[in-house]
């Protein structure tokens, strides 16, 4: 009987989505009738805290649990019910211009006997994935990310749980802001991407909503709030999107201390603008940054089933030995596209046809020829 040994790690930020994803990986890999199918005993090990685990492992004792787990079935039976990530993860960069570290990750890839590699993260955990599949390694990708902006796959773990936790927290602020007449600034995550700023906008009803893809006008937002207000309105809801900006404006920084892939942590437009409200449209006003809250909790239905279906489709192609892949969904079906596809710059908002630009809100419709 030939050995196959998996390895899975998981990189960049957490969120829900990705335990379900590494336990159905595993648990078709790990199936009885695929080893007696192909005459091979497969092996997963998962690797902590994503590309750190490879960069940092002692070669003198490879398999050191600070590093490698291996995984069996038993070990992975509840981990769809859980957020974050089991395995752990990290930003480290192997390919970090300041400190290259590749070649040490691709050295340590051989050391474990690893014949394929299913990395789960964002464009940042899958450009490294991409670049080690260009120098030789059995990579597959599995997307993930709150911010939903990897083009090629309409869906990436994560997003459904944290857009039900946006919806939850507007539900909440409205009684107050019901109650004492105000306006409510609700910050969201979103670098570059605004759909979550825009879809969690749309799931709960949010009068205003800012994104990155469309500089937003101060006076637009008050005149709207006023208008609002006149036709009898108490209170209103206003998301925005951690990278949304005022026209002629920069991003809002929040520490200005790059991390390995060359990022600073964005934050304080939802303050910028509340503030701008109170002193603009004279009305009271608070803002509140969900920040991580979206990251974290138990995955929703939505991702515990996208998790599976993702985590059986990696551990397909891995078996399939068809390499190089992001497993993706598109037009109701899971399927895989290169890893180059999937990081050719990130996905937007499309402000024509998706985004009202008078109003700042969600805007769709059947799409006519012409119109
Ligand atoms: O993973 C994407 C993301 O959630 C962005 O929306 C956000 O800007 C960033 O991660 C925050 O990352 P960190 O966990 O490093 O603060």
Same mark, same amino acid.
């Given at each position: 009987m030939e050995r196959y040994k998996i390895g899975i790690l998981t990189g960049g930020g957490d969120c829900a989505g990705i335990n379900p994803a590494v336990k159905w990986a595993v648990k078709t890999a790990l199936d009885t009738r695929l080893a007696a199918e192909r005459n091979t005993r497969y092996e997963v090990v998962g690797i902590r805290n994503g590309w750190e685990g490879l960069m940092s492992m002692d070669p003198a004792n490879p398999s050191d649990p600070t590093h490698v787990l291996p995984l069996s079935e038993e070990l992975v039976?509840?981990?769809?019910?859980? *957020? *974050?990530?089991?395995l752990g993860t990290s930003r480290?960069?192997?390919?970090?211009?300041?400190?290259?570290?590749s070649k040490t990750v691709l050295k340590n890839i051989e050391l474990l006997e690893l014949d394929a590699l299913i990395a789960i993260g964002g464009d940042d955990t899958l450009g490294v994935a991409s670049k080690l599949a260009g120098e030789g390694a059995s990579v597959v990708g599995i997307p993930k990310t709150?911010?939903?902006?990897?083009? *090629?796959?309409?869906y990436t773990l994560g997003f459904e749980t944290a857009m039900n936790v946006v919806v939850e927290c507007v539900d909440r602020l409205r009684t107050t802001a019901g109650s004492h007449r105000r306006v409510f600034v609700v910050e969201t995550m979103g670098r570059h991407a605004g759909w979550l700023a825009l879809e969690g906008g749309e799931s709960s009803g949010a009068y205003i909503i800012l994104i990155p893809e469309y500089d937003f006008s101060m006076e637009r937002v008050n005149e709207l709030l006023l208008g609002g207000r006149k036709s009898g309105a108490r209170y209103e809801i206003v998301i925005v999107a951690e990278g949304a900006k005022p026209a002629g404006g920069v991003e809002f920084v929040s520490d200005d201390r790059p991390d390995s892939f060359g990022h600073r942590a964005l934050g304080g437009v939802g303050e910028f603008v509340a503030r701008a409200i109170r002193e603009g449209a004279g009305l009271e006003t608070r803002s509140m940054v969900l920040s991580h809250l979206q990251r974290g909790g138990v995955p929703c239905a939505y991702d515990r089933r996208m998790g599976r279906y993702f985590g059986i489709a990696a551990a397909d192609l891995v078996v399939a030995k068809d390499f190089g892949k992001m497993v993706a969904y598109r037009d109701g079906r899971i399927t895989a596209i290169p890893l180059e596809e999937a990081l050719a710059g990130p996905h937007l908002v499309d402000v024509e046809t998706e985004y009202d630009t008078s109003r700042y809100n969600g805007r769709r419709t059947i799409l006519r020829h012409g119109a």
């Amino acid at each position: 009987m030939e050995r196959y040994k998996i390895g899975i790690l998981t990189g960049g930020g957490d969120c829900a989505g990705i335990n379900p994803a590494v336990k159905w990986a595993v648990k078709t890999a790990l199936d009885t009738r695929l080893a007696a199918e192909r005459n091979t005993r497969y092996e997963v090990v998962g690797i902590r805290n994503g590309w750190e685990g490879l960069m940092s492992m002692d070669p003198a004792n490879p398999s050191d649990p600070t590093h490698v787990l291996p995984l069996s079935e038993e070990l992975v039976r509840t981990w769809d019910r859980y *957020g *974050g990530t089991n395995l752990g993860t990290s930003r480290a960069n192997p390919y970090n211009p300041r400190n290259d570290v590749s070649k040490t990750v691709l050295k340590n890839i051989e050391l474990l006997e690893l014949d394929a590699l299913i990395a789960i993260g964002g464009d940042d955990t899958l450009g490294v994935a991409s670049k080690l599949a260009g120098e030789g390694a059995s990579v597959v990708g599995i997307p993930k990310t709150i911010d939903k902006d990897l083009p *090629g796959t309409e869906y990436t773990l994560g997003f459904e749980t944290a857009m039900n936790v946006v919806v939850e927290c507007v539900d909440r602020l409205r009684t107050t802001a019901g109650s004492h007449r105000r306006v409510f600034v609700v910050e969201t995550m979103g670098r570059h991407a605004g759909w979550l700023a825009l879809e969690g906008g749309e799931s709960s009803g949010a009068y205003i909503i800012l994104i990155p893809e469309y500089d937003f006008s101060m006076e637009r937002v008050n005149e709207l709030l006023l208008g609002g207000r006149k036709s009898g309105a108490r209170y209103e809801i206003v998301i925005v999107a951690e990278g949304a900006k005022p026209a002629g404006g920069v991003e809002f920084v929040s520490d200005d201390r790059p991390d390995s892939f060359g990022h600073r942590a964005l934050g304080g437009v939802g303050e910028f603008v509340a503030r701008a409200i109170r002193e603009g449209a004279g009305l009271e006003t608070r803002s509140m940054v969900l920040s991580h809250l979206q990251r974290g909790g138990v995955p929703c239905a939505y991702d515990r089933r996208m998790g599976r279906y993702f985590g059986i489709a990696a551990a397909d192609l891995v078996v399939a030995k068809d390499f190089g892949k992001m497993v993706a969904y598109r037009d109701g079906r899971i399927t895989a596209i290169p890893l180059e596809e999937a990081l050719a710059g990130p996905h937007l908002v499309d402000v024509e046809t998706e985004y009202d630009t008078s109003r700042y809100n969600g805007r769709r419709t059947i799409l006519r020829h012409g119109a």
